[in-house]
Nanobody, 117 residues
């Protein structure tokens, strides 16, 4: 069992930056692929960024060049650095942990990010 707790969300003006954090507990963090998803009102949840155990990353086209996902295994934490934020980035952001061998997936509770002037 893995527990994920997100933090760092809030209200920011267009062009601003935020850093989301997701702290994991309950298992060996380094064994999990980590990702950030988001869900805007009336829309489906979508992948924002993924960071796999081997270090490979994957980003949605809409955030490439603006967002960066990194992990700190010593702190059991994955971060999403979001720069040059746009109103269309407004959504609830979710952290996900996935263990490929065990085929298990865990989600955080979500955190609101609002980009507005």
């Amino acid at each position: 069992q893995v527990q994920l707790v997100e933090s760092g969300g809030g209200l920011v003006q267009p062009g601003g930056s935020l850093r989301l954090s997701c702290v994991a507990s309950g298992s060996i963090f380094s064994l999990y692929d980590m990702a950030w998803y988001r869900q805007a009102p009336g829309k489906q949840r979508e992948l924002v960024a993924a960071l796999f155990r081997g270090g490979r990353t994957n980003y949605a086209d809409s955030v490439t060049g603006r967002f960066t996902i990194v992990r700190d295994n010593a702190k059991n934490t994955v971060y999403l650095q979001m720069n040059s934020l746009k109103p269309e980035d407004t959504a609830v952001y979710y952290c996900k942990a996935a263990h490929r061998v065990l085929a298990t997936t865990y989600w955080g509770q979500g955190i609101q990010v609002t980009v507005s002037s």
